[in-house]
């Protein structure tokens, strides 16, 4: 819908939107919205680095330069040079992470919490004797006898594809790699295993490369996950699976990942083993397994258990033998990563009485009382990352992070103090805790009178950043957007509520509350108790730990044992369904007022 | 080179040849040789039916025929149709098995040695419980449950890929296929379970169908090994992989055992586990692992230990998740089929002495005694499949099998009492038998003075069939080929008695003599004891057994204890490496004599 004011265009995955004249140019609009886009030639459509794709929307057709710079099928596929491509009405476009100058702030970090180092995968260097003519033993027998190792006697079929020329080439001398019983890899001895731990968040995937002889994460990285680009939350992929098929979201992603391990390591084939951990859709989409039956009640998973898979039979570039090693899912929207923010966090360890979450699109929270741990998932929705909300946006530079309301005046922070271009979820939270604090808002989330509020169609707006302030362009706060959050923060309340209840206990014999997640460590832990998202304990007692599932899964990558405690606790987790709790509507109608 | 008489024409693979005039069909040219074609048209270049490949030889450029019927591709891989090619000098040409009205005369049946019923793979029906809101379990997690067997709790990616589609279609009633812990394949009721059993041998394959419910044999079937075109034995093969890559002959290979597997059954997918065997350079091949090592001393095998690989790993097409088997090889010229040999033949378990022999290009020969197994292998060569022979060919129809000289007559018998075209092994070592007990030559190999005797450029030949009774085309047995049978004879005598020296004892001491492969099966025993290929043992002591090799693959194949006791076996044999024998020159030059 083109309005008279001009265009619309939105820039995913960031997610923030810009009105433009017609006949602008992508590039320019992205600069407008404050976002960038690599364009080495200066947007003379010469460089190809500003590679965008329509998602959808009316555009000029590719001009010579687009022509001649893109191959049909990326045409086809809606790829545009962004300096050249003008909009002539609404339109989406994704910019991949290969075109922006840099990466989203993304969590990749997170506490880690040392364990033993006990790879699954050990490592051996080794001198080969020779064969003689009166003792011909196989190239594979000297090799094991090499190894003193009685028991490894089987290999990968790439290792015997390779072991002859390598024990040529190298003069005998290689290192080897063993998992359990089966030798996985041999390389030259110049060539030091890695390890590959990876989070497939809904949003964002982070990965971990590790010294496989100590354990030492030598490197982190994230990018986007590229299923964005065929809709924002589980259930919208879950849906697209349904009309197209499963494999274009498996491809992908699985595309993005060995696009991100590329960028962390030169030699993928020097990683000998990786452990991945996600949600139970976005395991299943990993591994190549329909997801149908997620969407769709009782929400079964096709395979909860831990699965071992050879990298290659993916289509992961690996080690030609190395295993990828995925953390067991509990329940439909209780997943591996779950269960690795629970081996971070020791939950399944803690004598205390503690609420665990992981807050994103889906939010999952666990109890732990008495060594029980109970958990369930609520659909939060996608407001914490900026979605759903007028001027909502990722956390990026720009992005409104704190907010205060101070009489007629509104104190804001941005992200890396760059000038203010929308808001992102942590914003959004701050901004409904101080409109609350500062008596602007009602229980029910509707705005008082204020010199900052103003009518529109669809109610009223409390401006938040004023045109004059915002490069012409007024930054506000809906009602609808309050609604927003109202909704989410409703979602995590009824689920830590029911944890709660279903435990027999209460608030009151609450230990702690651990927030692990991007969103969960940017928020600001008073305003989520002030307008009753989190129960009011003191923020001592509240801990914000980063990005637990990835360290859960870097701890199963150096540690064997860890994935035998990670099937202990997928069994000690009860899952509460909250769809079947009595009075759950009620109850969930109840959280959504303010306190 | 082309005589002034016309042109040669070789038939691969059952290697006859037959004189012509240039301008001449390879049709009419291979029907001159007593060689069918097919062709259903009647060679009017219609029906594309006798499509063969040329291997060397000059002919004239394809006709408008062979253009039309022909892809490019096949043009310039050497194949032309039969019945429009026109030969202009002398050539080889191989046709196909499609191209073949009948199969070859291929040792594929055995005699069976019944082992019980205990597969690596086992069957199970199950009927799987649906999820339920209240305990949602995974897919997988249901049917390990309904396996009500405890310990299987993982499953082939392929199975969890057509896990949940399954379980809709089939109305959650289903087959599953366990190896050890591991689910491999899941199907619906109505395909029972099938595995495969193959022999690969250097010249031909032969592949067992069985019933994987009750262990029986359902179908068997031979071809000839497609590599057959890349070198006639295991040595100039090892040298095509040095000029050029492993992969083709890999390649071919597994293209000729996929054709046979879809002949014996119309859905591959219902074999959840197959068994190979095949001399060591076979095994690596079917592998794909480099053989440059079996050419170069000391000889030594790249893997020696059983292997289980998947099939989709190899490109063997048979259940998705299946694996094969692959018996352990001992040595670079002592291979899995020696190994499957013993197995089926039981040498390893008897208490008498014996010596069992699988006569081939390379023969394999074992020393049972005391519960001790010493195996040695010569290089016999391919006079007894009618290589190297003047008038040799394979043992197909109208093939002398049998000779008898009784004054100036010779009486022969041919394969199915066709008319005479050739001779095949078994006739050529008959004839040499035949021509000793004539007196008509002596302890060298020279043909002494008779009315069938004539001199030629090259020594003397002897007249087995005079040109009136074959088509106006003599068949005769010169010095030359008597030279290559006593080659082949003093190789294997040779090798039976180091063996019997090796461990102490002699022929008085021998009990049985074990014989087995498809020459052995055919050749004459008296005969060739007269000609001290064998050592003079009463007849009622020497057994001729069939194809043991594939028998042992089928008990391997039902019996998961045969594998064990096939790897006990390989452990058990010594391998005694003849060339460094002392005196092994000395001994073997005293065995080309006739007794």
Redesign the interface.
């Known amino acids: 819908m083109t309005s008279a004011a001009g265009v619309r265009v939105e820039i995913q995955p960031v997610g923030c939107r810009v009105q433009c004249a017609r006949g602008t140019t992508l590039l320019e609009a992205a600069i407008a919205a404050g976002h960038q886009i690599t364009a080495v030639c200066g947007g003379k459509g010469l460089c190809g680095h500003c590679l965008v794709r329509v998602i959808k929307g009316t555009l000029a057709e590719p001009s010579l330069a687009e022509r001649d710079r893109l191959t049909p099928r990326q045409l086809a596929e809606g790829f545009r040079l962004a300096c050249a491509a003008q909009v002539l009405g609404d339109c989406t476009v994704d910019v991949p992470a290969t075109s922006r100058p840099t990466s989203q702030r993304l969590q990749i970090a997170g506490d880690t919490h040392q364990v033993p180092f006990q790879p699954a995968v050990t490592e051996h260097l080794v001198i080969v004797q020779p ?4 003792d ?6 000297l090799l094991c006898d090499a190894l003193d190792h009685g028991d490894a ?3 990968d ?1 790439s290792v ?2 390779r ?3 390598l024990l040529s080439r190298e003069n005998r001398t290689l290192r080897a790699s063993l998992r359990g019983l089966e030798i996985i890899d041999v390389r030259p001895i110049s060539q030091q295993p890695l390890g590959l731990a990876v989070d497939i968040g809904t949003t964002k995937i982070a990965a971990y490369l590790v010294d496989m002889e100590t354990g030492a994460t030598l490197a982190a990285d994230g990018v986007t996950n590229p299923q964005i680009a065929y809709g924002e939350d589980v259930m919208s992929r879950i849906a697209f699976t349904m009309r197209d098929d499963t494999r274009r979201l498996s491809t992908v992603l699985l595309d993005g990942i060995n696009e991100l391990v590329g960028r962390l390591c030169p030699n993928p084939a020097r990683i000998v083993d990786a452990v991945v951990v996600g949600n139970t859709a976005m395991h299943h989409l990993f ?4 997801v ?2 997620l969407g769709l ?9 831990p ?4 990298a290659r ?2 289509g992961l570039r690996l080690a030609a033998g190395a295993y990828v090693h995925l953390l067991p ?1 509990v ?2 929207f209780i997943g591996a990563d779950h269960v690795a923010m629970i081996l971070a966090t020791g939950l399944d360890r803690t004598a205390e009485t503690v609420i665990g979450l992981d807050i994103g699109t889906n939010t999952e929270v666990v109890l732990a009382r008495h060594g029980r741990l109970l958990s369930c998932s609520t659909a939060s929705g996608p407001a914490f990352e900026g979605g759903h909300i007028e001027h909502g946006m990722r956390a990026v530079d720009g992005a409104i992070e704190k907010v205060n309301i101070e009489g007629d005046n509104v104190k804001f922070e941005t992200v890396n103090a760059a000038p203010p271009i929308g808001i992102c979820g942590s914003g959004v939270l701050d901004a409904v805790a101080a409109l609350r604090r500062a008596g602007l808002v009602n229980r029910r989330g509707r705005l008082l009178p204020h010199v900052r509020v103003r009518e529109t169609r669809d109610g009223r707006e409390f401006v938040l950043v004023r045109p004059e302030d915002a490069e012409g362009r007024a930054l506000t706060l809906s009602e609808k957007d309050i609604a927003e959050i109202l909704l989410a923060k409703a979602a995590i309340r009824t689920g830590i509520d029911a944890l709660l209840r279903e435990a027999g206990t209460s608030v009151e014999e609450l230990d702690r509350i651990v927030i692990a997640g991007a969103f969960g460590t940017h928020i600001d832990v008073a305003s989520a108790i002030d307008i009753g998202m989190l129960p009011g304990l003191p923020l001592s007692r509240v801990e914000q730990v980063g990005n637990a599932a990835g360290v859960g899964a870097r701890q199963a990558l150096v540690s064997a044992p860890q994935r035998e405690r990670a099937v202990a606790v997928a069994r000690q987790i009860q ?1 509460l ?1 909250l ?2 709790q009595p009075d759950f509507a009620a109850r969930f109608a109840q959280a959504m007022y303010l306190p």
Request: aromatic content about 4%.
């Open positions: 064969p003689t003519v009166r011909p033993r196989s190239d594979l027998t006697t089987s290999a079929h015997l594809m072991l002859p020329g591994l190549g397994l329909p149908r039956q009640a009782p929400y079964n998973a096709v395979v909860s258990e699965v071992d898979v050879k039979d993916l899912n329940a439909g899952y369904e769809m079947v």
